[in-house]
């Protein structure tokens, strides 16, 4: 979408909106409308905005090919692997159902994977359907954002890590779903797939 890359553009050059607004003699909630996609600049515009922010209308418009390393950020744009699931086994976590790949700018790809989120506990911030780019990595930080997996059949999910004296809460951002609070022998069938950096819509 061009308001996703026009967002992922002006941060890369670390601009702010009021910052591009400023430059372009529009208002910032012109800016903002762009980004949350509820309303696309004309073409002239879309030059100078490619131009401020060392990129080309195309790339802003998703006219070319992202392989061919037009990246926005000061990382070639590489292709993750996108899965569908992530489940405990045998002592490693397994990367199940295979949906091809997505470009994203990272320094180390294979530290990537891209995961297809499911169900509405994440809303309004994700949605069903929404890419979530994680960096694979065994411990969060409170308040981080990531994929955990947990209990004896445990299958991979998407939650706000929050510790709470020796106790884990999984938080759901959707208030129609309750905390998942873990403890005792339960911290010990909960494992962490990785930090979620970054999601996107994808369908």
């Given at each position: ?13 670390s601009l702010s909106q009021a910052e591009v607004s400023r430059r372009l003699g529009v208002t910032q909630q012109a800016v903002g409308k762009w980004e949350t996609g509820r309303s696309t600049p ?162």
């Open positions: 979408m061009f308001a996703e890359r026009l967002k992922q553009a002006r941060t890369a050059k004309d073409p002239q515009t879309v030059a100078r905005l490619a131009e401020m922010l060392d990129t080309t209308a195309d790339a802003l418009l998703g006219l070319h090919d992202a392989a061919a390393g037009q990246a926005f950020s000061r990382y070639t744009q590489c292709a993750i692997p996108v899965v569908g699931t992530v489940k405990a086994g045998y002592g490693a976590l397994a990367f199940e159902e295979d949906y091809g790949t997505e470009y994203a700018g990272v320094k180390d790809p294979d530290q990537y994977f891209y995961l297809v989120v499911k169900g509405d506990s994440m809303e309004p911030r994700i949605s069903d359907g929404d890419l979530a780019l994680v960096h694979r990595q065994p411990t969060l930080d409170n308040g981080d954002l990531g994929v955990l997996v947990y209990g004896t059949e445990g299958e991979g999910t998407l939650k706000k890590y929050i510790r709470r004296g020796n106790a884990v809460v999984l938080h759901p951002f959707n208030p129609a779903y309750e905390d998942l609070v873990l403890k005792g022998e339960e911290l010990e069938h909960l494992y962490v797939a990785g930090k979620v950096v970054e999601t996107k819509a994808r369908w």
